[in-house]
């Protein structure tokens, strides 16, 4: 339970609903406990009746004979408190005078108090309205602070962290986790807290009555909340199995549905079944073991029920037969029996959800007090003033991928000033999409120091850093929703967003694509992005780094999939952004590297080679013969 104590700052947050639920509970056992009494002083008073008046008459008795010497008849106890207090509401008792009268009056109790257990139950039925709706609520609203305290911190923790763990695994914290926690702060608590009080409250009502009875009659239910915990255990165990095995099915349709079109090319559709078949058949086996414990779950109850219900019958006959308890109590224990069934079953399954609560909550708290690498202050320090001349500074940077060992940047400086465009090349895996990656503080270098505007990275405020820089990454990602609300992705809701979004698409030449589609940037994309083509995904990525007017525009190989007419283009625009930007641009292409004033050449990490793009290619060095392969390439014949 030490980490569902963490859970109480939440419960102090919503006191009043707790509360209220407890009360709510409270009120809910007390009608339930009183519906029974009434059944039982109506029992116990047709009992009467049926000895003094009817019992005489079955034995031949005379009729004048036994009204002359028979008392009133009276209403049972709750019936007779209404009639004192509702004055003529209810007719007073009177003398019998005749057997029909006898059977009048019978009948008129037993209406009056089957109407009087309707009401009970109908105020029982609202108050376990208000219980639910006080309880229920509470762990619906702390699941959503829980919710939503989770989603920050997936926010807050940097790339690092997302590197290491499990994109699934991760998810899970916030469904999955967050779903078993709030089932103890909802069910298991109301659960447990009904139960305390309606065993104290019918135990009461029953060791009053008959204590002897009491025992009989509660002694099979202990048994129950044994045999159903060993039952929920066992369920719990093979339901983790089906949701493993059902995710395992939803990850290779998932799959095969995403790769429809290789299947289909590579004719792997009949091995594809194949597989299919054998993941269904094993998430069929784990269902169907799963539906055989669930099914002693109703038998269980049902035999110590029926157990418990038969010594009350025995017992309490035998009691009535001594004369020791009125038959009437016997159907109140029937009741008080049936009443308690289904809290002591929950026992077991209360427990359950505890322990997968736990469990889950060392999950999420494990989570939530996981530190990000990157640290940043909120605000510049007092006396630090950024420059307008330095912009972007590497001074002998290096950087090790922690999960791998691999030492990807090497001793590694250069500065890319305002007004400049500074070109990252290199052949695959030497380190150039690092660099962009450590010049936008998504890492931070081992060794060496990283400035902006002459201030260390370290101490800008990421947002404040961030704000100033427009980054479009290798792999680019789209959401789903218009065109135009992915250009303005990093804009503020204001009325000339529209003009910042078409400004920035016509810079990254993709405006004459997007007006070519029916509802121009109003267009829904697909997942990813899914309906557009490679280029206008990156055009569209570009276009959303250029609305910022960045001081600092990170390009990481974006220029892949477009042309080489349309790629200088897209260089002139950015070329024009005007002095105060300044463009890193990482990229294996030739033709982008050109529009460069300055290139810097890395091989395994290591600066090999730098200087303009026309003293590079004189040189004899790698980025000549990249510029060679390129060449040969482009131009097969020559």
């Given amino acids: 339970m030490r980490e569902l104590l963490k859970l109480n700052p939440y419960f102090k947050k919503y006191p009043l609903l707790l509360l209220g639920g407890v009360v709510f509970i409270f009120f809910t056992n007390v009608f339930a406990v009183f519906a029974p009494a009434l059944i039982g002083e109506g029992v116990n008073a047709l009992r009467d009746a049926d000895e003094i008046f009817l019992d005489p008459l079955r034995s031949g008795m005379a009729e004048a ?6 008392p009133e008849i009276s209403y049972p106890g709750t019936l007779s408190k209404l009639q004192s207090w509702s004055g003529a509401l ?3 008792p009177k003398k019998a005078d005749s057997k029909q009268d006898v059977l009048n009056w019978m009948g008129r109790i037993a209406a009056l108090q089957a109407l009087l257990f309707l009401f009970a139950y109908l105020i029982k039925g609202t108050f376990l309205f208000f219980t639910r709706q006080t309880i229920i609520v509470m762990s619906r609203r702390i699941e959503f602070d829980l919710k939503g305290r989770i989603f920050d911190q997936y926010q807050r923790l940097d790339a690092a962290f997302y590197r290491a763990n499990d994109t699934g695994d991760l998810m899970n914290r916030i469904s999955e986790d967050v779903s078993k926690v709030r089932m103890y702060l909802g069910p298991a608590i109301m659960y447990t807290i ?15 009555i008959d204590w002897k009875l009491t025992l009989f009659a509660l002694l099979p239910l202990p048994l129950m909340s044994l045999a159903i915990y060993f039952v929920s255990t066992r369920i719990n ?3 983790e199995a089906v949701q493993k095995k059902q995710s395992g099915l939803s990850t290779f349709v998932q799959q095969h549905i995403a790769g429809i079109r290789v299947l289909k090319s590579f004719q792997r559709e009949k091995d594809a079944s194949q597989r299919f078949a054998g993941i269904a058949d094993d998430y069929k086996n784990s269902v169907l073991r799963l539906v055989k414990t669930e099914a002693l779950f109703m038998p269980i109850i049902v035999l110590l029920v029926g157990l418990s219900t038969i010594l009350t019958v025995y017992v309490g006959g035998l009691r009535v037969i001594s004369g020791e308890l009125e038959v009437g109590h016997i159907f109140q224990f029937v009741f008080y029996v049936n009443l308690l069934t289904w809290p002591f079953a929950s026992v077991g399954w209360v427990t359950s959800l505890v322990q997968k609560a736990e469990a889950s909550m060392r999950r999420i708290n494990d989570f939530m007090e996981a530190k990000p690498a990157i640290q940043a202050p909120d605000e510049l320090e007092k006396g630090l003033v950024p420059s307008t001349t330095e912009g972007l500074k590497f001074d002998r940077v290096s950087f090790t991928y922690p999960e791998t060992g691999i030492e990807a940047v090497k001793n590694l400086s250069f500065q890319l000033i305002p007004g400049k465009i500074l070109a990252v090349t290199g052949r695959t895996g030497s380190g150039k999409s690092t660099v962009a990656q450590l010049a936008m503080r998504i890492f931070d270098p081992h060794e060496g120091q990283i400035a902006f505007d002459g201030i260390p990275l370290q101490q800008w405020p990421l947002n404040e850093f961030r704000s100033e820089t427009g980054y479009v990454p290798q792999d680019v990602f789209l959401f789903s929703d218009t065109i135009q609300r992915n250009i303005a992705f990093g804009l503020p809701e204001e009325d000339s967003m529209m003009r910042e979004v078409q400004s920035a698409a016509e810079q990254a030449h993709v405006a004459h694509n997007i007006e070519a589609f029916e509802q121009k940037y109003e267009t829904l994309l697909g ?3 899914v309906n557009l083509s490679g280029g206008q995904k990156q055009r569209i990525s570009i276009a959303r780094a250029l609305t910022r007017k960045p001081k600092l525009l990170i390009l990481d190989d974006c220029l892949s999939a477009v042309d080489t007419e349309t790629e ?10 005007g ?4 463009v890193l641009m990482v990229s294996h292409r ?6 460069a004033d300055h290139v810097v050449v890395l091989d395994q990490g290591k600066l090999i080679e730098e200087g303009t793009p026309e003293a590079l290619a004189q040189a004899n060095g790698v980025y000549a013969r990249m510029v060679e392969q390129q060449v040969n390439r482009n131009n097969p014949s020559t």
């Fill in 194 to 208: 009904n139960l305390a009080m309606l065993i104290i409250l019918v135990v009461s009502v029953m060791v009053y």
């Fill in 527 to 529: 997942e990813r992005g």
């Fill in 590 to 595: 030739i033709s982008s590297i050109r529009g």
């Fill in 237 to 239: 165990v093979q339901s």
């Fill in 579 to 582: 002095d105060s930007t300044a």
């Fill in 568 to 577: 200088e283009a897209i260089l002139q625009s950015i070329r024009n952004q």
């Fill in 65 to 70: 004979d036994v009204f002359e010497a028979a």
């Fill in 90 to 92: 209810l007719e007073a």
